[in-house]
């Protein structure tokens, strides 16, 4: 799961663009244990740290944008928990797929890639007007 930066996804707000850019690094090292045959626990516990951060950069923007007294705060805040859900979600898949390299694989691809749409779609559709506009 090649991945290239593009710097339209900036918002402006150097911490949050730092750390949008290390969630697709994460979102790659997750692709590549499940390609790679690395087994289930140790895949889950990738995604354990791809929640983790997750939340660490969700709360911190979520602290940003109230204090920018943004208006559709609830929204987002929303919008965010609901990745969190279904990373969490994603997670105990992985076990199922455990004595299975093909379907490792083809669960990494597909949730690797959804990982990373979503992420672009959030940037360009909330973050970027939240922060820019």
């Given at each position: 799961?090649?991945?290239?930066?593009?710097?339209?996804?900036?918002?402006?707000?150097?911490?949050?663009?730092?750390?949008?850019?290390?969630?697709?690094?994460?979102?790659?090292?997750?692709?590549?244990?499940?390609?790679?045959?690395?087994?289930?626990?140790?895949?889950?516990?990738?995604?354990?740290?791809?929640?983790?951060?997750?939340?660490?950069?969700?709360?911190?923007?979520?602290?940003?944008?109230?204090?920018?007294?943004?208006?559709?705060?609830?929204?987002?805040?929303?919008?965010?928990?609901?990745?969190?859900?279904?990373?969490?979600?994603?997670?105990?898949?992985?076990?199922?797929?455990?004595?299975?390299?093909?379907?490792?694989?083809?669960?990494?691809?597909?949730?690797?890639?959804?990982?990373?749409?979503?992420?672009?779609?959030?940037?360009m559709e909330k973050d970027?007007?939240?922060?820019?506009?």
């Amino acid at each position: 799961m090649a991945f290239k930066w593009n710097s339209d996804w900036n918002t402006g707000v150097e911490n949050i663009d730092a750390e949008h850019n290390k969630l697709f690094s994460m979102f790659e090292i997750f692709g590549d244990a499940c390609s790679e045959g690395l087994g289930a626990s140790v895949v889950a516990s990738i995604l354990d740290d791809v929640l983790e951060y997750t939340i660490f950069h969700f709360d911190g923007e979520e602290k940003q944008l109230a204090q920018r007294n943004y208006a559709f705060l609830v929204q987002h805040q929303e919008i965010h928990q609901d990745l969190k859900d279904r990373v969490a979600a994603y997670r105990k898949s992985v076990f199922e797929c455990d004595h299975d390299r093909d379907a490792l694989e083809s669960l990494g691809m597909s949730v690797g890639g959804f990982l990373q749409d979503w992420l672009i779609q959030h940037i360009m559709e909330k973050d970027i007007p939240a922060f820019k506009g």
